[in-house]
């Protein structure tokens, strides 16, 4: 018995019959469809996906046909019965209770969106987005013309929802309780994301909460706790999601510290005939090694199929999970892997870190921007724990390469020796991700010592900073208190630096770090100590002092 479709239930079910002709394989969904690309919902809306059923993978009727499935769909499991092993379920399509027994039950219900007792949680023009009921309904409200939107929450669906309404004209507000968009991203890299939507129209309401909602003059009113009242036709709740375990709970299974279902090795709950995965199991983390939540389609594909192999007596076992994830944002592109640097800190593991600006592809070959890459690898052998990359072109390839090197142990000096393939349309001969290796690799060895933005004011300030980029771009912007000594002027003015620094730590800085770095080697070479360059230059700098 499968309770639950989508990524976990489906694969499950159709790796079961994959390796058993004779199994009955029952398959229980609550809903409509079985099997849908619930990471699409929102480009339906916005149009990009037009047709409806191109969001359908599987049908229930595909699934009887092809691999014998018992499908049930308008079917919920309600109970578990585990001393006699039977499931109690509500047969909405023919009105009526029933229990049907099993030999292994697998659980894959997956997380529901958060919705807080607020005041107005129930109003008819507040959704949220988990189905394609869900989907439906909002996309009949914007066909219908709705004018203005009221999106809170600014991770995945938040932000996927804020480009598609925008798509169809709507005017949109989002509001996020932090101080930036995109949480699983550390704060410097969201910076240009927030950029970006501002230049997009998009009125953001950072640090902000949504506190109640009321009739508006459109439909609904949503009121700030910084007194602000927001009307609009809709509002869409994204403020995240919980497993959905309370089945579970009744039954009696264990559930971890992160309130996600405990599951071993196999998947199995601390029932051994009991089964579950998906967004509602925790997982270990890959970096971290500590219990997590992290909600991701490809892990409960892999998870589904781990659960079928085991049933069917296989020995096959799940890992971790590390988070790699991608985001479209308009035209820009945000995607992270493995553990974040407020993470880190969090859990006190010691970390090194970098900042790059390379380009997606040959820079001389049209229609490529800079990158904002930023790496963040253990002190000593370089492990790599964790990357984010913000851009337009060329992330999802440098962000699924670094999703390896951590899966694969691969160390930031092991990066430099990756054979990528190249062509100008596509990367660089030397590409971000070796790019990246070299860096890691001067800072491991002692080559060079970064400095970082948040440095500033506190940490530098009894230093002297030095601005080797030109003079044109010094007069344009520049750090405040900062001397201009242009990089192709630093070996001939070596004793006014000598005279300027007078003992204090230099801090070096340009546009992205290339010019810089090679200042720093100039100056070390010439017997200069107390010096450092700042990661990431100019570009991440401003990222971090708005």
């Known amino acids: 018995m499968i ?71 308008g079917n919920e499991a309600v109970s578990i019965d585990r001393d006699r092993k039977l499931l109690t379920i509500h047969d909405y399509v023919g009105d009526r209770i029933y229990q049907e027994s099993y030999d292994k039950l697998v659980l894959c219900q997956g997380a529901a969106p958060v919705t807080p007792p607020l005041p107005g949680i129930d109003h008819p023009r507040l959704f949220t987005l988990r189905n394609i009921p869900d989907m439906d309904t909002i996309k009949a409200i914007v066909d219908a013309g709705a004018r203005r939107a009221v999106v809170i929450g600014a991770n995945y669906i938040g932000l996927e929802m804020v480009e598609a309404l925008s798509r169809r004209g709507m005017h949109i507000d989002l509001v996020e309780m932090q101080r930036q968009l995109m949480p ?37 009113r949503v009121a700030l706790n910084n007194g602000e009242k927001l009307e609009a036709d809709m509002a869409l709740l994204a403020i995240g999601v919980r497993p959905e375990t309370d089945m579970a709970l009744n039954a009696g299974l264990e559930t971890g510290i992160s309130g996600g279902l405990r599951v071993d090795r196999h998947m199995r709950t601390s029932d051994p005939d009991i089964y579950a995965a998906g967004d509602m199991v925790e997982v270990s983390h890959t970096v971290t090694g500590e219990p997590s939540l ?152 002692g080559d060079v010592e970064f400095w970082y933005a948040e440095d500033y004011p506190g940490k530098t300030a009894g230093g002297l900073l ?58 070390r070479l010439h017997g200069f100590e107390h010096l450092s360059t700042l990661a990431g230059g100019k570009k991440t700098f401003r990222s971090v002092h708005r």
């Not at 240009?192 to 609904?220: M, N, Q, V, W, Y």
């Not at 409960?300 to 991608?326: E, F, P």
Request: glycine share 10%; with cysteine; hydrophobic share 40%.
């Open 3 to 73: 309770v639950g479709g989508v990524a976990a239930g489906a694969s499950a079910a159709v790796r079961a019959r994959r390796l058993s002709e004779v199994a009955d394989i029952v398959l229980l969904e609550r809903g409509e469809h079985v099997s849908f690309a619930n990471c699409g919902l929102p480009y339906h809306i916005g149009g990009e996906i037009s047709k409806h059923d191109d969001l359908l993978v599987v049908t229930p009727d595909y699934l009887r046909q092809t691999f014998n499935i018992d499908v049930r769909t």
């Open 184 to 220: 699983s991203l550390d704060a410097e890299m969201a910076r240009e994301l927030e950029c970006h939507l501002e230049d997009k129209g998009i009125r953001l309401h950072l640090d902000t909460i949504a506190e109640s909602f009321t009739d508006g003059a459109g439909g609904i």
């Open 294 to 445: 992290i909600p991701l389609a490809g892990p409960a594909n892999r998870q589904g199929r781990i659960v079928a192999n085991h049933v069917m007596g296989r020995d096959s076992t799940y890992g971790s999970t590390q988070g790699t994830s991608i985001l479209k944002v308009f035209e820009m592109t945000a995607a992270c892997t493995g553990a974040s640097e407020k993470l880190l800190k969090k859990l006190n593991i010691p970390y090194r870190k970098i900042y790059l600006h390379p380009y997606g592809h040959a820079s001389y070959y049209p229609g490529t921007s800079q990158m904002h890459m930023k790496l963040l690898y253990g002190p000593g052998l370089g492990k790599v724990l964790g990357a984010q990359i913000v851009g337009r072109d060329g992330v999802d390839k440098r962000i699924d390469i670094l999703a390896t090197a951590i899966r694969g142990d691969i160390t930031v000096y092991d990066m430099r020796e990756l054979e990528l393939a190249y062509a100008p349309p596509y990367g660089s001969a030397r590409d971000p991700v070796n790019y990246a290796g070299f860096v890691a690799a001067n800072d491991l060895r």
């Open 466 to 523: 030095l601005d080797v980029r030109t003079k044109k771009e010094f007069r344009a912007w520049h750090i405040e208190g900062a001397v201009n000594v242009p990089l192709h002027e630093i070996r001939s003015r070596l004793d006014e630096i000598r005279g300027l620094q007078q003992g204090r730590p230099l801090f070096l800085y340009c546009l992205v770090g290339i010019r810089s770095y090679l200042a720093y080697r100039i100056l």
